[in-house]
């Protein structure tokens, strides 16, 4: 059966699954479809193609915000929904956020969480900067996140290290011992919730304006 560019794509996340992000390259996806390298390209034309519609891909699932809820509960779920579908896979934040995508599902979320803070009262300008500086967040967020695992899974994360380093600053290593005790979901769910009273902050200074 001729080689389809749905099984080159399934194909590509799957290695991400296994390899990670460094050790997806066009001659390691060949190996593991079977294929010679240059049948790849009969279907993206390089890497950096095959990465964009994988970045597609990993956010085509980030459901709809309902246009009638409040501004900033579709705000949250977008956000939401994203770290969601970025952590479906090994890597999927770094993956996407060397990515500058102009497809539909991609399209679609930046139009939502346009219109999120455009409906709350932000100017449009101000509004757009505002819907980067959300994606920024759970971009970074969900990278560490990712980072932090993948430290922890392959045994290179060290506690006592990391105290140590900490120890010439008692009220740091205090606070990082506390932040520890706290869940990825919670850290999330607050620095969300900062990011919300910003722009509520935001909405009160233009309208005192």
Do not use: C
């Amino acid at each position: 059966m001729p080689l389809r560019r749905p099984d080159v794509l399934d194909g590509a996340m799957r290695l991400l699954e296994e390899e990670g992000l460094a050790g997806l390259t066009m001659r390691r996806l060949a190996s593991a479809l079977d294929v010679r390298p240059s049948a790849l390209y009969w279907h993206f034309a390089d890497k950096r193609a095959l990465l964009d519609a994988m970045a597609e891909e990993l956010v085509s699932g980030v459901p709809e915000a309902d246009p009638a809820l409040p501004w900033d509960a579709r705000a949250s779920r977008l956000a939401t929904g994203l770290r969601t579908a970025l952590r479906s896979h090994r890597d999927g934040a770094r993956l996407y956020a060397g990515t500058f995508v102009a497809r539909p599902h991609t399209l679609r979320i930046g139009a939502a969480l346009l219109t999120a803070f455009t409906d709350a009262g932000l100017p449009r300008a101000r509004a757009m900067g505002t819907a980067f500086t959300l994606l920024y967040f759970v971009l970074g967020h969900t990278i560490e996140e990712q980072a932090h695992e993948e430290l922890h899974a392959t045994g290179e994360w060290d506690p006592d290290e990391a105290a140590a380093a900490t120890a010439p600053y008692p009220g740091l290593a205090q606070a990082l011992k506390e932040y520890e005790n706290s869940t990825p979901d919670q850290r999330f769910t607050d620095g969300l919730h900062n990011f919300l009273d910003g722009v509520r902050y935001q909405l009160t200074e233009h309208r005192g304006g």
